[in-house]
């Protein structure tokens, strides 16, 4: 099935750092979401993007979604160790049809954070 | 509210004994999924239920079933497990499809 490519696959950087992640696809989503996932725990959103050139800010989370509705980014900055884990983009086109809001999500990063 | 709630946490099977993981969620939701998590491949949808009475095959439905209990639960069922089905399971709710979707804390399985 197809899956959203994101990158990097994991990070190492140092507390204060700027971190930068991004998905791309080789087709088109209506919708780009961003989750964190802290270990052993489920998914849990931090920015939902509806519209093609959306710029949104979460506290210091900022996401974007791609002109062409294929890609999207997102930026921490000034990280700290509470960012640690692996963050998810997924894409979900709109419900109807075969659809029905339907996921599909990157690969992940995986971010560690060194005090 | 607790959300969504997953039993159970850890299991381990032998390969061809067969067990149900259960979901509920205490939201009112219409819709709900069943994921599996497996290392480098982030989450794949497994079965999804738009609405009560209703469930539909996702991205990687063989050697699973589901049931739709009622509004608030969502059984996903190992007729005869496999190694292959090691993996770690979520199940999440949303509203209606279009809307955000809360994950559970999801269930570790180990298939030997």
């Known amino acids: 099935g197809q899956q959203l490519n994101q990158s990097p696959q994991s990070m190492f950087i140092q507390e204060g750092e700027d971190v930068s992640m991004n998905c791309t696809s080789s087709s088109i989503f209506n919708t780009w979401l961003w989750y964190k996932q802290d270990p052993g725990e489920g998914p849990v959103l931090l920015i939902a993007?509806?519209?093609?050139?959306e710029l949104t800010s979460n506290g210091r989370l900022t996401a974007q979604f791609g002109i062409t509705r294929k890609d999207s980014f997102l930026n921490i900055s000034a990280s700290i160790p509470s960012d640690v884990g692996i963050y998810f983009c997924?894409?979900?086109?709109?419900?109807?049809?075969?659809?029905?809001?339907?996921?599909?999500f990157g690969q992940g990063t995986i971010l560690t954070v060194h005090p | 509210n607790a959300g969504v709630t997953q039993t159970p946490k850890f299991q381990v099977l032998k390969t061809g004994q067969s067990m149900t993981l259960q979901c509920a969620q205490d939201m009112n939701h219409n819709s709900m999924y069943w994921y599996r998590q497996d290392p480098g491949m982030g989450l794949r949808l497994i079965y999804y239920s738009a609405s009560e009475g209703t469930t539909d095959k996702g991205e990687v439905p063989n050697g699973y079933n589901v049931s739709r209990l009622n509004k608030r639960e969502f059984s996903l069922r190992l007729e005869s497990a496999a190694p292959s089905q090691t993996s770690v399971y979520f199940c999440?709710?949303?509203?209606?499809?279009?809307?955000?979707?809360?994950f559970g804390p999801g269930t570790r399985l180990t298939v030997l």
């Open positions: 993007l509806y519209k093609a050139g």
């Open positions: 997924a894409g979900q086109r709109d419900a109807g049809g075969t659809s029905y809001g339907k996921l599909t």
């Open positions: 999440a709710s949303s509203s209606v499809p279009q809307d955000e979707q809360f």
